[in-house]
């Protein structure tokens, strides 16, 4: 089993900048490829970005490429999303996620490819 705590979100002014942690207990996860979702009010979770077991590789939704990176310690068995240049748009609940299977060869954006989850943590970005 694999725990994930999400943390670091809070409220931002428009442009401004958070960084999220997601602090994963209980095993290790450098096997698994790591993925942020976020659910806006109203609206199903989507998918943000996604960083390969490896950590070599990474992909993003359109809506926050080049704003927003993607990261990995695994020495501290965690995964971090650096948000910059914040949109209102990004107001939502943000969660990580851990990949079912070990290895992947190609990261997914699929949420059924995701088998554990972290708590979600609020992102309200003003203007």
């Known amino acids: 089993q694999v725990q994930l705590d999400a943390s670091g979100g809070g409220l931002v002014q428009a442009g401004g900048s958070l960084r999220l942690s997601c602090a994963a207990s209980?095993?290790?996860?450098?096997?698994?490829?790591m993925g942020w979702f976020r659910q806006a009010p109203g609206k199903e979770r989507e998918f943000v970005a996604v960083?390969?077991?490896?950590?070599?590789?990474?992909y993003y939704a359109d809506s926050v490429k080049g704003r927003f990176t993607i990261s990995r310690d695994k020495a501290k068995n965690a995964v971090y999303l650096q948000m910059n240049s914040l949109k209102l748009e990004d107001t939502a609940v943000y969660y990580c996620?851990?990949?079912?299977?070990?290895?992947?060869?190609?990261?997914?954006?699929?949420?059924?490819?995701?088998?554990?989850w972290g708590q979600g943590t609020q992102v309200t970005v003003s203007s």
């Open positions: 209980g095993r290790s996860i450098s096997a698994y490829a």
């Open positions: 996620a851990a990949d079912r299977r070990a290895f992947r060869v190609v990261t997914s954006i699929v949420e059924d490819e995701y088998e554990y």
């Open positions: 960083i390969s077991w490896s950590g070599a590789g990474t």
